[in-house]
C-alpha cells in the first residue's frame, strides 16, 4: 500500500509539472506573438514613411497642383488616339502629395509611346566602352528615362540604342597646334595617348620631317584623334 501512495504522489507531482510547463509555454507563444505583431506594426509604418520621404523628395512642396512634374501626378490618357496629335489628359495628385490649388486638372500630351520621344525630351546613362571614330559607326544600348515635364504612353523609362559620340576632353586646336610646332619630337603623339608612336617619332626626329607632315595634314582633317576612341571637343 505504501508503495501504491508513493507511486501515486509521483504521478500527480508530474502532471501538475506538465500543466506548469504548458503554461509557461503558451505564456512564451503569446509573448512572441505579441512581439511578432509589434514588429509588423513598426515595419508597416516605416515602410509606409519611407516611401512618402520618397516622394516628398521628388515633389517640392508649396507648389501648384497643375505644376507638378509627371511623377507626383496620375493621368488618364486616351489609347485610341491617333499618333502625334495633341490631346488633353485628366490628372490627379497623388495622395501624400502638398500643392496649392485643384488637385484635379488637365494637362495636354502628344500621342506617342515614351520610347518615341524626342532627344531633348529624354536622358539616357552615356557610356564610353565604345569607338566614336569607328567606321561604320558603332552604337551602344542603354537606360533612358522620360523629362519629368513631359506626358508620354507606356513606361517612362526604357532601352535605347544610342551612336557611340563620347569624348574624353581632347581638343583638336590644342593636337593641331602641338603637331605643327612640337610635331617633330611627338607631342602630339603624347597628347593623343599613343606613347608607342610618339616614342618612336621622337627618336627619329619625326621620320626626318615626313612624319611630322604626315601628322599634321590627319590631324587637321580630324582623321587622327585619340587613342581611347573618343571624339574631340
Known amino acids: 500500500m505504501n ?13 501538475i509539472a506538465l500543466l506548469s510547463s504548458t503554461v509557461k509555454v503558451a505564456q512564451m507563444g503569446h509573448d512572441s506573438i505579441a512581439d511578432c505583431a509589434k514588429d509588423m506594426n513598426t515595419n508597416t509604418t516605416l515602410a509606409y514613411s519611407s516611401k ?7 515633389c517640392p512642396a508649396g507648389k501648384l497642383c497643375s505644376e507638378l512634374p509627371s511623377d507626383c501626378i496620375q493621368c488618364k490618357f ?15 495628385v497623388l495622395g ?14 502628344i500621342c506617342r509611346y515614351c520610347y518615341q520621344t524626342e532627344h531633348w525630351e529624354h536622358k539616357c546613362l552615356q557610356k564610353n566602352s565604345c569607338s566614336s571614330v569607328a567606321s561604320p559607326q558603332q552604337y551602344y544600348r542603354t537606360n533612358c528615362s522620360v ?10 523609362r526604357f ?24 610635331g617633330g619630337f611627338g607631342a602630339d603623339r603624347f597628347y593623343l595617348g599613343h606613347w608607342q608612336e610618339g616614342i618612336g617619332k621622337l627618336f627619329s626626329f619625326g621620320g626626318l620631317g615626313v612624319w611630322t607632315l604626315i601628322d599634321v595634314i590627319l590631324i587637321s582633317l580630324r582623321y587622327l584623334g585619340p587613342a581611347d576612341g573618343s571624339l574631340y571637343i
Do not use: H
Request: with cysteine; aromatic share 10%; hydrophobic share 35%.
Open 147 to 156: 523629362n519629368n515635364d513631359v506626358l508620354c504612353l507606356g513606361r517612362r
Open 52 to 58: 512618402k520621404d520618397e516622394i516628398f523628395g521628388l
Open 96 to 109: 501624400q502629395v502638398d500643392c496649392i490649388g485643384k488637385r484635379t486638372f488637365l494637362r495636354e500630351y
Open 159 to 182: 532601352m535605347k540604342n544610342l551612336p557611340c559620340n563620347w569624348t574624353g576632353g581632347y581638343r583638336w586646336s590644342t593636337a593641331l597646334i602641338l603637331s605643327i610646332t612640337l
Open 3 to 15: 508503495i501504491v501512495r508513493v507511486n501515486s504522489k509521483n504521478v500527480i507531482y508530474i502532471i
Open 78 to 92: 486616351d489609347l485610341n488616339c491617333n499618333y502625334g496629335l495633341t490631346y488633353t489628359a485628366d490628372c490627379n
